[in-house]
């Protein structure tokens, strides 16, 4: 059995092997056809050491600080392209956006950000016993609705990108503002293949943004 670093250096290898590739001036077919092998090798590389992550992104996050017997509470992080404010409303977990957050003790309802945005920072105050219900209602939101986050290599970890020649290129994550930046627009790829769809896709885009202009002229 392969331990993970093990696992991490035939990758690197791999991806050596991968640039090499590019950088020869082989056939195009065969090129190709040795690209997509060792895409397949690593894809199956990073499965076995969780590569491909399957993490989820959190929809709403709560901050609690102590307060002498109790807790100040406020809401941190809330994604509104699904709690939507003033619009959202989950009867079975009684959560609801309404005017601002809130959390009724008798009606065990938590109440999110909604139509009073000047009161989204208000410092709610609950007990041991409340803070116990929010943060039982925060989970179980986060596991209904939570998203699939999109996936980044961790530092010193190897991505693909193209450059503005729609070349496929590889960089060490460094967590630099290149790498912010081209993670930000989406030229972030974890293997070749994913970058190569990319790169064709705006390709096409390019020329058919192209076409149009012409058209109009």
Not at 65 to 73: C, N
């Amino acid at each position: 059995m392969l331990t993970e670093k093990q696992i991490e250096e035939l990758i690197e290898e791999l991806v050596d092997e991968y640039i090499e590739i590019e950088n020869n001036n082989l056939w195009i077919k065969e090129a190709e056809k040795r690209k997509m092998i060792i895409d397949i090798k690593i894809d199956i590389l990073k499965k076995s050491i969780g590569g491909i992550r399957m993490e989820k992104e959190t929809i709403l996050e709560i901050e609690f600080q102590p307060v002498w017997d109790k807790w100040a509470w406020r809401i941190t992080k809330q994604n509104e392209e699904i709690l939507k404010r003033n619009e959202f409303i989950d009867k079975k977990l009684n959560i609801v956006s309404f005017r601002s957050p809130e959390f009724s003790s008798s009606q065990n309802k938590l109440f999110i950000k909604g139509s009073a945005k000047r009161w989204d920072d208000n410092i709610n105050i609950c007990t041991t016993e409340e803070k116990a219900l929010i943060e039982e209602k925060v989970k179980a939101i986060n596991e209904k609705y939570r998203i699939k986050k999109r996936w980044r290599a961790k530092y010193n970890e190897i991505y693909c990108y193209i450059d503005e020649f729609f070349e496929i290129k590889t960089a060490y994550e460094r967590e630099t503002e290149k790498d912010n930046e081209k993670y930000k627009v989406g030229n972030y790829f974890e293997i070749g293949k994913e970058a190569q769809g990319y790169a064709e896709y705006m390709k096409k885009c390019s020329l058919k943004w192209h076409e149009m202009r012409k058209r109009n002229e």
